[in-house]
């Protein structure tokens, strides 16, 4: 047969205990977190793509197309490439393409109707 069990003091109580021996305390005092040097400013525009067209103004606009429309229209991102800069994305020419119809529209009604719709 097993002697009973003592107990097990909690975790408040045996802080209690310990109170008065040489132990160091349960929780130290946290040290002050350590000085983080000012970041450097940022320098001006690194180039790359830029942000999300239109700002807070932009609808999102879910399009469709078909596999040599897109095709197309990448062999046209890829001719638009410059170096030192990223490669155009299929999207960048849909919205070059719509900001270029918003200047002409008379190009782009002419247009339109020359695809047949």
Not at 36 to 54: F, H, N
Not at 105 to 116: E, I, T, Y
Request: glycine fraction near 12%; charged fraction near 20%; aromatic fraction near 0%.
């Amino acid at each position: 047969m097993n002697p009973p069990r003592t107990p097990k003091p909690s975790g408040a109580a045996l802080a209690a205990a310990l109170a008065g021996t040489g132990f160091p305390k349960a929780a130290p005092e946290p040290a002050a977190p350590p000085v983080q040097p000012d970041p450097l400013p940022k320098a001006g525009a690194k180039g790359g793509r830029p942000s999300k067209s239109g700002g807070g103004e932009a609808i999102p606009v879910n399009l469709r197309l078909a596999l040599d429309d897109h095709a197309a229209l990448a062999r046209i991102a890829a001719e638009m490439h410059t170096p030192g800069r990223p490669m155009p994305t299929v999207q960048d020419v849909v919205r070059a393409l719509v900001r270029g119809a918003l200047a002409d529209q008379d190009a782009l009604r002419r247009l339109v109707r020359q695809g047949g719709i």
